[in-house]
């Protein structure tokens, strides 16, 4: 059973950093994706990006394309989302999710999450 667990969240004023973390446990499958989604309040959650552990290759969405990149840690059982130059719109909780893909598409189903943590940006 694959298990997540997100931490780095906090508040930050416009302009700051985080550093998400996703550690994952129980991952069995030879190929796989991790993403990070954020719901804003009373938003829709959404696929913010992601990454394959097949080949490295990541995906982000047009408003945080450029500001946030999304790394494996060095067993990849570790996924990072480091955000830089936060917006108020970036405020939410953000979750971890994992998927048995070869290539992560965040869009597709994904079939285990973590608990989310909040990350708020404001003056």
């Known amino acids: 059973q694959v298990q997540l667990v997100e931490s780095g969240g906090g508040s930050v004023q416009p302009g700051g950093s985080l550093r998400l973390s996703c550690a994952a446990s129980?991952?069995?499958?030879?190929?796989?994706?991790i993403g990070w989604f954020r719901q804003a309040p009373g938003k829709r959650r959404e696929g913010v990006s992601c990454i394959s552990s097949s080949n490295g290759k990541t995906s982000y969405i047009d408003p945080v394309e450029g500001r946030f990149t999304i790394a494996f840690g060095n067993d990849k059982n570790t996924v990072y989302l480091q955000m830089n130059d936060l917006k108020p719109e970036d405020t939410g909780v953000y979750y971890c999710a994992a998927q048995p893909y070869v290539w992560c598409y965040l869009l597709g189903s994904w079939d285990a999450w973590g608990q989310g943590i909040q990350v708020t940006v404001s003056s």
């Open positions: 129980g991952l069995t499958w030879d190929n796989y994706g």
